[in-house]
Every structure is written in C-alpha cells, then in structure tokens.
C-alpha cells in the first residue's frame, strides 16, 4: 500500500527550453537532498544545444532525490529531481485516483515474483526500487511508451511466449525478441555516441545493468595474443603501443553539436557566394575616437563594430531585398521588415550568434547599448535562447583575431553575413599621394537562391562607402 509520503513526491521533468530542443546537460545543482525549496526557486542551470538556462522549481517541498549528477546529459521528460511536497500537511500533494491507478511517483510492490526486467525489492523497504527507463511490472505500473519498435516487441514478448508455452508446438518456430539490455539513459546515450551496441555488451552492474565503465571496456582495444616469436634470425621491429596522452578526445555536445550541425545544414543547403572589398576607414576610426568623448555615449562600449553595424543597417535600408528567407516548404521568399542584427560570438561553450532586435529602429547610442549587453551577455553564458532566434542578418569580427578577413557561412535562415577583416595601418593611395591609411578587408557571404550577384555588390559597396566616408550616415539616412 503506497504511503502518504510517497504520494506526496512530486518528480519534475526536464522541461524544453528553446523551442523543439531534445535534451540537455546538468551542468550545475544549486540544491542537494534535504534542502527546502519554494516555487520559482533557481535549482539547477542547464546547457542546451543553444545556451545555458537556469531552471526554477514549480512548488515548495523538500528535496528527495536528484536524478543525476552534474555533467549528465538527459533527454526532455525525463524526471530530474525528487520533491516531497507534504510538508507536514500533505499541501500541494496530488492524492491518487486510486489504490489501482497509482501515480508516476508510485511504485507498489508487486504480489508475486518479479518480472525478468525487475529489480528485486529490498528487505524491509515499502516501495520497489525501479530502474530509470523502465517499470516493476508491465500489469501495475503505467510507464512512457519508448520510442521506435521496441514498443511493439516489449509488449508482445509475453503474449508470444504463453502462446508457445499453453498451446504445444507451433507450424513453425517462432523466436522470442530478445530483452532489452538494462541501462539507465545517461549509459545508452554514452553507448549510442559511441557506437556501442548495448545487446553485446556484458553488464556488471546489480541485477544485470550495464554501467559506464561497461560501456568504455567494450570499445577499449582487446589486449594483445602473445605471439610465437618467429623462426628466423632477425626478429621483427617492435611495434609502438598507442600513447593515449598523445590525444584528448572532447565529447561533442551542446553548443558546439548544434553550431556544427547548423553549419553543415547551411553549407550544404544554400548556395554560399562570396564577395570581398578592401576599404580605407581611416575617417571612421577617427569618428570612433570622437564619440569616445561624446557624453551621449558615456558608460557605453564603442568600437569600430558600432560604425560598421550602423553601416550595414543603412546598407539594408537602401537594398531592403537583401533582408529575406528562403522558405523550403512554401516555396517562398520571406521580404523581412525588421533587421534583427545578429553578432557572432566566440564563447567557452562554442560559437553563439545572438540578435539584437529591431536593430534597424535603434539610434547610434542605443545600438551601442544593445551591442555591449548583447556581448556582455555572451562572455557570462547567461544568452537566452529566445536571443538566438529570428535573426535576419548577422556580422562576424573575424579581425580580432588579427586575420584579414574570411568567407563565413550563413546562419540558417539569414540570408547574408559580412565578415570584417583585422584593421591595418597600410600604405593606400589617398589624395594621389602614397599615405600610412587605416585599412580592412569586408566580406559578405550571400545565399544566392535569395540575392544575386547585382544586389551583393551593392549592399557590400554601400557598407564600405560609408567606412570611408561615416558622414553618409548621415545623408544617407
């Protein structure tokens, strides 16, 4: 019979954070068991293939169990987290319908011998344990349908093994489906990374489940046959053993599986063309050094990247076919009018492009309030998600890292990227004489299903002809 305790646990689910995201990573629990927790209360940050989320509690109780530790890798839905809800009172529990209908949170001990994919009960304890991924007794317990055709095999194991056991021989044998092996989710995961078929591995852990260290062995390279020394004079060349400190492997997850899918999906779906342009901005670092000064922009970031957002934003205004999507499934061009800028970001976590909205509607000095958050934001991993969605256009400062300038690929979904070069002192070229001139390379990547050769050219050539004269921001406005 289920307790009011047990009845009074509440599991939570690890939720979607970002719009169709399957799974996360716990990076860090901010509670332990036994701690009191209130509704909203931050107890856990996240990692999803696009950012690091903070995940509140939606009730109060004290903490019962925490489903995984940091670093684990769980898929959305599962449970995370174990929440006594009682308080003493049973306040905010959910009483069961039924003493046959028992909640996800309940597991009644089964009446006879368990079932082959059970563990067995503990002395002295009021509830079976149960394996995550799997329940006590297919009649008793209400469990997640799994995915793929394992459903239907697990369901009809037992029907085809009493057909073959009540009724004598068949006309023709009829194999049982193997059971599935048992593992919790983080271990199927780390075997599906690693290529690893679960059903050939041998388990060493209770009751048959396969472990971690299980699944490592079974890709571990077996350990040499000693080998009959041959029969000639001059033995063979000893062979090197593999150095394992010569390599470091880095499990590709999170940000960086989902930046490196997106690009290969954007390289392989648009066709990318490349133009480039060498310009002399010697007159916009020189209004860069002004408006340090200017005390409409005190407290705020402002840099050669402001003037050349600003640029491109004008450039878009003038060009505004520039700013469109390819929709695949209407066979559509989507004309946007809005420009939700977005700024490629390097991070610890991988390459993040965060947007700052309706950028085209912003004045010089709140763009550059948008861009030092929007980077501030960036640098801590504290990006949302939603500040990864809905770009239109994005620019990627590929010249601090002292490079000339780049041919990016295009973020899904946009329709253009300029890439800005490292800014150089060169000798250019300037009133017919041969002077030191700040110089930079620009580059802009253009999906060509959407923008044609003409259009290209002109966007890039109106963002280089306001580098090198900023006072058309001006008249050109």
């Keep these: 019979m289920t307790t009011m305790t047990e009845a009074s646990v509440r599991e939570f689910k690890m939720p979607d954070v970002g719009e169709g995201l399957t799974e996360a990573e716990i990076l860090k629990w901010y509670v332990k068991p036994g701690d009191t927790v209130t509704d909203g209360q931050v107890v856990c940050e996240v990692e999803t293939a696009k950012a690091a989320v903070e995940l509140p509690i939606p009730y109060d109780g004290v903490v019962r169990d925490l489903h995984f530790p940091e670093g684990t890798t769980v898929d959305v839905g599962t449970s995370i987290i174990a929440v006594d809800v009682s308080g003493g009172t049973g306040a905010g529990a959910e009483a069961p319908a039924s003493a046959e209908a028992p909640t996800s949170a309940e597991v009644p001990a089964p009446a006879k011998a368990p079932a082959p994919a059970e563990e067995k009960k503990p002395e002295g304890s009021g509830r079976q344990p149960v394996l995550v991924g799997y329940g006590v007794a297919a009649s008793s317990t209400k469990r997640r349908p799994r995915k793929g055709p394992e459903v239907a095999v697990s369901q009809a194991s037992t029907a085809i093994q009493t057909e073959l056991n009540g009724h004598g021989p068949v006309a023709e044998p009829v194999a049982a489906p193997k059971e599935r092996p048992l593992a919790k989710p983080p271990v199927r995961k780390l075997a599906k990374d690693l290529g690893v078929d679960l059903a050939t591995v041998v388990p060493s852990g209770p009751d048959g489940v396969i472990t971690r260290e299980d699944v490592h062995a079974a890709v571990a390279p077996p350990a040499a046959e000693p080998v009959t020394a041959p029969a000639v004079s001059v033995p063979p060349a000893p062979v090197p053993a593999y150095d394992t400190a010569r390599e470091t492997r880095i499990p590709i997850k999170g940000v960086r599986k ?220």
């Design 258 to 477: 989902a930046t490196a899918q997106a690009m290969v999906n954007s390289a392989f779906t648009a066709p990318h063309v490349t133009e480039f342009v060498t310009v002399d901005v010697t007159r916009t670092m020189k209004l860069v050094e002004e408006l340090k000064e200017d005390k409409e922009f005190a407290g705020l970031r402002v840099n050669p990247l402001l003037l050349i957002a600003k640029a491109l934003l004008v450039a878009i205004r003038r060009n505004p076919d520039v700013n469109a999507s390819w929709d695949e499934a209407a066979q559509e061009i989507v004309l946007k009018h809005y420009v939700n800028l977005g700024i490629a970001a390097a991070t610890p976590r991988g390459l993040i492009v965060p947007n700052i909205k309706d950028a085209h509607a912003k004045t010089l000095p709140e763009l550059a309030g948008a861009l030092g958050e929007l980077v501030s934001t960036a640098r801590e991993g504290k990006t949302s998600p939603a500040a990864m969605q809905g770009g239109t256009v994005t620019i990627t400062n590929v010249g601090v890292f002292g490079v000339d300038t780049g041919t990016p690929i295009l973020n899904p979904g946009e329709s253009a990227i300029l890439a800005i070069g490292a800014i150089k002192l060169q000798p250019w070229v300037h009133k017919g004489k041969v002077k030191p001139r700040q110089v930079t390379t620009l580059a802009l990547s253009f999906d060509h299903r959407l923008v044609d050769g003409e259009l290209g050219s002109k966007v890039l050539a109106d963002v280089a002809a306001i580098l090198e004269q900023p006072k058309r921001l001006i008249s050109w406005a």
